[in-house]
């Protein structure tokens, strides 16, 4: 079981990270940049909704539930990794230089995890408001999201859930 869960793991990152590649992110405009934004943050809240009720049905809640971290976090980082590099080929004035794929990825990484090494900064009003955005998603959204994937683990293992949750612990004296 756990084996599956690693390759489920593996092959979704894999995945996400294909498709991020082989999408022609510096033909795209701004209001396509946005929309794609848009949708696939709207795509992240749906693939959570749809976890939590697969943690809750689950048997082994823990184990779906890093299987939800484990491609929603991906799926979340690749969506403004595609913004930052559709609004670098757009202007260059956002960034100071276009982005490839690799180096959008790698300053929506560095932004997520609050490192900013500042060899890529964000230049214009509004691609500042974009790393803006982010940064608040990223405490928000993603914080929400882990509290309700743990939440539904931790529910899901309640005594007495009809599910099959682990029976209450007796104790002698």
């Known amino acids: 079981m756990i084996a599956r869960a690693v390759l489920r793991i593996v ?3 894999a995945a996400l990270v294909a498709l991020y590649y082989a999408l022609p992110l510096s033909h795209s405009s701004a209001w396509g ?3 794609m934004l848009v949708i696939g943050l709207v795509v ?3 693939l959570i909704a749809f976890q939590v009720r697969a943690i809750l049905r689950s048997p082994f809640p823990g184990l779906c539930a890093v299987e939800a971290l484990t ?3 991906p799926l979340f980082l690749l969506l403004f990794a595609s ?3 559709v609004m670098a080929t757009m202007s260059a004035s956002n960034f100071g230089e276009r982005l490839t794929h690799t180096d959008g990825l790698y ?3 560095t932004v997520f995890s609050t490192v900013g090494f500042g060899d890529i900064a964000a230049k214009s009003e509004a691609a500042r408001l974009v790393v803006t955005g982010q ?3 990223d405490f928000v959204i993603l ?3 882990i509290k309700i994937i743990l939440g539904a683990v931790n529910r899901r293992r309640q005594p007495g859930d009809a599910g099959g949750g682990q029976p209450a612990q007796r104790t002698h004296r």
């Open 11 to 13: 092959g979704s990152a």
């Open 33 to 35: 940049a946005i929309t």
């Open 44 to 46: 992240f809240v749906g």
């Open 71 to 73: 491609t929603s976090v």
């Open 83 to 85: 913004t930052y590099v």
């Open 107 to 109: 300053f929506a990484v």
């Open 135 to 137: 940064i608040v998603a």
């Open 143 to 145: 914080g929400l999201a």
